[in-house]
């Protein structure tokens, strides 16, 4: 009985460990034949690995070659396009070069020169948390009236949730035609907000100005779009009017904008032919940015500064401490030291390429470096938002006064 029992168990071991391998042998026929028999997936994983010589046209040949024979949905050609083109720009690493749509194309031209329908917001990436966070709303603009607030983040529109590598995108899907409506969630603190706001023809006039106590004069935009130096200075000629003996120029939280006008208001200020940029291309070779014109304003300047100022801003901060022409107060700039330019390719699609650093009158660099003022001050703690701050507690402004009026 005891060596029957032996046998049965021996038998069932036998007859499990037969099956294991039957079992065995049909799954690896069936990978061998998946991966490796006749033209197989393995063939075109073996190429691209195995050929580091290929360029990158070749590559993506290898690719759609793979997606040809095996993918199960349809191709959008077009798609397909856009992406690699996309992604080949982003392998690049630079935060500044990008690329832009054909769709896309005119309606960020229509942004950069500072007129377009939408909703009227400035926005910036916020590169701590990688959101897109509201600079300020334009006044009088449709954001303003429905209380959209500087320091807010976006976080989706149209119900899409985004961030800061969507910013393209995401300025041309909240602007559109005029009367239509653009739905936004915004995160406020702790609080998240929906607002459904109607979009209008945006008139974008950034320059403000006023008369302070002590007959000083106080300006503030915040961007440098077309016509920018024109209305600075219009608005200049305004103030001086009104009896103005020194002036305020605050550059706290202008994201920077067209270069040129930057420029210009430092030719308001400077000496005739005085430098005011030096430009450097990837071969070193220097272009040197002069002032044409003869200064207009005759008055002792500072200019207002924090980690917001950045681009054309820090050139005409730059500029005018590097000259001896205005003192600098507040903290040290954003450091945004390179210059893009936007070129029109042949099928109407754009990029915005970083083409040059640039180096202040006394060849100082400032890529992710910034500007160090000459008056370090820095806001209250009681201070929320830099992007809101009531003058009660403008320390920045009030050492500015404080300093015009010694």
């Known amino acids: 009985m005891e060596e029957k029992k032996r046998y049965k168990i021996y038998r069932t071991i036998m007859l499990i460990v037969l099956v294991a391998f039957i079992t065995f042998m049909i799954t690896s026929i069936g990978f061998y034949q998946y991966f490796v028999k006749g033209d197989s997936l393995n063939k075109y994983l073996t190429l691209m690995t195995s ?37 080949y720009i982003e392998g690049l690493g630079d935060p500044y070069t990008e690329y832009i749509s054909k769709e896309d194309m005119e309606d960020y031209m229509q942004d950069t020169m500072g007129n377009f ?75 998240t907000l929906d607002f459904e706001i109607t979009r209008e023809n945006i008139i974008v006039n950034p320059v403000e100005g006023e008369v302070l106590e002590n007959n000083i004069g106080y300006i503030e935009f915040s961007s440098f779009d077309e016509n920018t130096a024109e209305e600075f200075k219009t608005k200049f000629e305004e103030l001086q009017a009104q009896g103005i003996t020194s002036l305020i120029i605050d550059l706290r939280n202008n994201g920077g904008g067209i270069v040129d006008e930057a420029l210009q208001i430092a030719g308001y200020i400077a000496d005739k032919d005085s430098v005011l940029l030096y430009e450097v291309d990837k071969d070193n070779k220097e272009t040197v940015e002069k002032n044409e014109s003869d200064p207009i304003i005759h008055m002792p300047v500072i200019i207002l500064t924090n980690e917001n100022t950045a681009s054309s801003s820090e050139i005409l901060a730059g500029a005018l401490k590097d ?84």
């Not at 050929?51 to 349809?74: C, F, H, M, N, P």
């Not at 040290?332 to 990029?351: E, F, H, R």
């Open 51 to 87: 050929d580091e010589s290929q360029d990158i046209s070749q590559t993506l040949d290898t690719y759609r070659a793979v997606i040809d024979k095996y993918y199960l949905g349809d191709v959008d050609e077009e798609s397909l396009k856009e992406g690699a083109i996309q992604g």
């Open 117 to 191: 329908v939408g909703i009227g917001i400035y926005m910036i990436e916020d590169t701590k948390t990688n959101q897109i966070m509201v600079l300020s709303p334009i006044k009088g603009s449709p954001a303003e009236r429905a209380g959209i607030q500087p320091g807010d983040y976006i976080v989706s529109v149209n119900g899409e949730p985004c961030t800061a590598d969507d910013m393209t995108v995401i300025s041309t899907k909240i602007k559109g035609e005029e009367g239509s409506t653009v739905k936004l969630q915004i995160l406020r603190g702790e609080e």
């Open 323 to 406: 000259l001896g022409k205005a003192k600098t107060v507040g903290t040290t700039t954003y450091g945004k030291g390179v210059i893009q330019q936007i070129l029109t390719l042949p099928d109407g699609s754009g990029l915005k390429i970083t083409t040059e650093k640039y180096l202040t009158p006394n060849r100082t660099e400032i890529n992710k470096i910034g500007i160090e003022p000459d008056e370090t001050v820095e806001l209250p703690d009681s201070v929320e938002n830099v992007l809101n701050v009531d003058r009660s507690q403008d320390t920045q402004l009030q050492k500015a006064i404080e300093m015009l009026t010694e």
